[in-house]
């Protein structure tokens, strides 16, 4: 499948007001794997793409600096929303395209990507931008469904036909991340119900 901005700008469009009946709950227990995993210090910094309706937002430490990104003005709605409604002052939200932002290099201790790299247009490209803005010795998280990759391998075959309407790639493989990211793997674990998706950590 190709895409592009416009096209999941479109996708998301239609997604944002029931995002979180549909993905909200199905796919928590990822994120608050995430949230534990994350080993940050106060006063550090940390960039999540693809930030869509904040649902993450609430998880991270409130004495770090969170900066939350999305191409989607209709997702991000939702989560100035929840940031205001949640009192969350250490999180800031910029519409912006994750493949070529306007961060300097070495911006940010963490760079969390939660549930976005089998959506944007060009994945290797995300992966590459997120590297160039994360600090030396910093850290990078994906959480993302993988081609053949357990209970995952029964659910491909049957999304695959609508791939184009459902706003992401079901059939993106692992060693396609491992080739664009070429940085060392901390952690890989099995999350969300019947290990459907994966949580790896990588550092520089
Ligand atoms: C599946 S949702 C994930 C939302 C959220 N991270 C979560 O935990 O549920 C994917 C989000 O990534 C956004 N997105 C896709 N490609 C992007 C890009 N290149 N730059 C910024 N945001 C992007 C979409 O607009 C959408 O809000």
Known sequence: MTTDIATV?????????????????????????????????PGESLLEVGVGTGLLLPHYPRDIAVVGIDVSEHMLEVARARVERLGLAHVTL???????????SGSFDHV?????????????QLVHEAR??????GNIYVLNHFSGYGFWSVIEPVLRPFASGLGFRPDIPLSRLLDDLRWRVVSDQPVN??????LIHFRA
């Open 9 to 41: 700008r479109r996708a998301y469009r239609r997604y944002a007001s029931i995002y979180g009946v549909l993905f909200g709950w199905s796919l928590e227990h990822g994120r608050r794997q995430l949230a534990r995993l994350l080993k940050a210090s």
């Open 94 to 104: 910029q519409t912006m395209d994750a493949e070529t932002t306007g961060f300097a």
């Open 112 to 124: 969390v990507l939660p549930y976005v790299y089998s959506v944007t247009p060009d994945p290797r």
């Open 132 to 137: 160039r803005v994360c600090k030396p010795g």
């Open 193 to 198: 119900a019947f290990g459907l998706t994966r």
